[in-house]
Antibody, heavy 124, light 107 residues
């Protein structure tokens, strides 16, 4: 079945780096845009980053631009979030999600499949 | 573009019909989605294109609106429907902005 599985979360000290990975299966991974979204426990959803199906378009939220970067490896059906200079306020559950395939022309896509999330805790 | 949901919490009884509101600060056409999130779970896409149900979503969930004002109606609330609902403008123009969520709780 269609599935996204995140990995790489954990406890990290402030200022350090962490890489999250998202493995897709059950669908043609290279045909869909992919996104990272995070959620502080008990709070709302915050979009972080997007890559188009082929990686030619990448964008970030203002809150993480310059510290976080994304990449995808369509040969291995994986999508990554490199997080640098982590802060306490980056503590959250991080989800990867799949674009629904309605991207046409300008970047637009609902998120039709989500991973189970991976918790990142930034603490000394 | 800012997405605002109201109310923050709705207390309803099973079997009732409830309507959640979502407003965009600028015209966004129909590029609006609704998600349901239950405790401890990832969000689930309910509606996109303001009114198109995602695959497998029951007909008791319906979305409407365009431009700046949108709503999600859940008819005959079932116990499984008590959750937090988020709307989202799903384009780069708002950085895929989510509303702050509406919690539908049992009265």
């Amino acid at each position: 079945q269609v599935q996204l599985v995140e990995s790489g979360g954990g406890v990290v000290q402030p200022g350090k780096s962490l890489i999250l990975s998202c493995a897709g299966s059950g669908f043609p991974f290279s045909s869909r845009g992919m996104h990272w979204v995070r959620q502080v426990p008990g709070k709302g959803l915050e979009w972080l980053a997007v890559t188009s199906y082929d990686g030619s378009y990448i964008d970030y939220s203002d809150s993480v631009r310059g510290r976080f970067s994304v990449s995808r490896d369509n040969s291995n059906n994986t999508f990554h979030l490199q997080m640098n200079g982590l802060r306490a306020e980056d503590t959250a559950v991080y989800y990867c999600s799949r674009g629904a395939g309605i991207w046409s022309g300008l970047p637009r896509d609902a998120f039709d499949v989500w991973g189970q999330g991976t918790m990142v805790t930034v603490s000394s | 573009i800012v997405i605002t949901q109201s109310p923050a919490t709705l207390s309803v009884s099973p079997g009732q019909t409830v309507t959640l509101s979502c407003r965009a600060s600028q015209f966004i056409g129909s590029d609006l989605a609704w998600y349901q999130q239950k405790p401890g779970q990832a969000p689930c896409l309910l509606i996109y294109g303001a009114s198109t149900r995602a695959t497998g979503i029951p007909a008791r969930f319906s979305g409407s609106g365009s431009g700046t004002d949108f709503s999600l109606t859940i008819s005959s609330l079932q116990s499984d429907d008590f959750a937090v609902y988020y709307c989202q403008h799903y384009t780069y123009q708002s950085q895929w902005a989510f509303g702050q969520g509406t919690k539908v709780e049992i009265k």
